[in-house]
């Protein structure tokens, strides 16, 4: 069975965002092996400096790159990504699972973004939006557009 991994930066900490991320975790068990991993972001001071910025996500690339699975698939969540349709990330996820890699992975970095060495990493860079979103929030949507890709791809009728 294909397998998805979705790694975010922090844990959510708010009970709705967490009912509404389980709710999706759930169902996209139906389809896949799911595992979600979330890392601790580095704390930073309250007004930090760009290099104090650059060094915190510079530690958080060594922690993300170390648990990319092996072999997957690798897609960033980043504002100057491309933008897709639900249509269009379920033709991607399929060509991946055709390419004959065995998972894919998704990351949803810090309030402070990624470091360039992960973007680099990255098979595609994927923007949710032009507009911006708490990371909470986010991971709730980027969970239920996995679920809704996967739903396509089945013949589903939860997209209408």
Known sequence: MFSVTLICMGKLKEKFYTAAASEYEKRLQGYCQFKLLELPEVRLPENPSPAEIAAGLDKEAEAILAKIPKGSWFCVLTPEGKLLSSEALARQMEQVKLSGK??????????????????????????????????????VMVLEQLYRAEAIQAGSKYHK
């Open 102 to 139: 065995g998972s894919a992975c998704f990351l949803i970095g810090s309030s402070f973004g990624i470091a360039p060495q992960v973007k680099a990493r990255a098979d595609l860079k994927l923007s949710m939006s032009p507009m911006t979103f708490p990371h909470h929030l986010a991971r």
